[in-house]
Structures are given as structure tokens and as C-alpha cells.
């Protein structure tokens, strides 16, 4: 395609969802729902669940079992009106931060080194998801 072609339109109209997988699905469901708050439903698939997110958006999330490899890169981002906040209720709910040199994060994990403030935590499976100030 030259730069003066249009694209077609193959997947425009498609409505996409993203997916990663977990080791354990009970396990990843139980902290979506208890810890999280997030609700999840079956799918006609075993070993495959529907995340709902605000939006009426979906992702789904599926046991891959002993060859699961968590995420390197966060999987999902949560918007929140104040990090500090949901930080102090996830930690509360048990969930501990990431800690990282660079960016740099503080003592709870929230990076303030520009940009929004951010914090980052792993789902059970390893899985990276973070919280990101939006207001």
C-alpha cells in the first residue's frame, strides 16, 4: 500500500477484545471478583471466563495451565480518580505493589516521576495490571 492509498476497512468494523492467560482460573477469578471487585462470567468454552470492565467492555482471560508464561508488560491499566486512594484500599485488600528503580516508585509503589501517577500489581498468575490517575 503507498501512502496515498486508502486502507481497507478489513477489521475497521470489528469488534476487538484483548485476552491473556492464567495458571490457575478459580484462583484468578476468586481475586478479579473479591479483591478487585470486577465481574467475571463463564463462556461456553471451559477453562475460559469473560472479565467485565466498565464500558460494556470484555476481556477474556484463559487457563493455559503449566506452560503459562505471565505478561512482562502491563496487561491491563485502570483508570482512577486517585491512585493514592485505590492504592491504600487494594493494599488493604492484600494486594502488594511493584517496586521499581526506574521509573522510580515510592514506598507504595506509586510512580511520581512525571506523567500521571501510576502503581503497578500482579494478578495471582503474575500477570501485570495497574492503577493510572485520571481526573
Do not use: C
Amino acid at each position: 500500500m503507498t501512502a496515498t492509498q486508502e486502507p481497507i476497512p478489513l477489521l475497521a468494523a470489528s469488534e476487538a477484545f484483548s485476552g491473556f492467560s492464567v495458571d490457575d482460573l478459580d484462583r484468578a477469578r476468586a481475586f478479579y471478583e473479591q479483591v478487585l471487585g470486577l465481574r467475571t462470567s463463564p463462556t461456553a468454552m471451559a477453562g475460559v471466563v469473560h472479565l467485565h470492565l466498565a464500558g460494556d467492555r470484555q476481556v477474556l482471560v484463559y487457563a493455559k495451565g503449566g506452560d503459562h508464561t505471565p505478561a512482562t508488560y502491563t496487561v491491563l491499566n485502570f483508570p482512577v480518580a486517585d491512585v493514592d486512594a485505590t492504592v491504600a484500599e487494594l493494599a488493604a485488600r492484600g494486594v502488594e505493589f511493584l517496586r521499581y528503580d526506574s521509573p522510580p516508585t515510592d514506598e507504595n509503589g506509586v510512580m511520581r516521576a512525571g506523567g500521571p501517577l501510576i502503581a503497578w500489581f500482579t494478578d495471582p498468575a503474575g500477570n501485570v495490571f495497574s492503577v493510572i490517575e485520571q481526573g
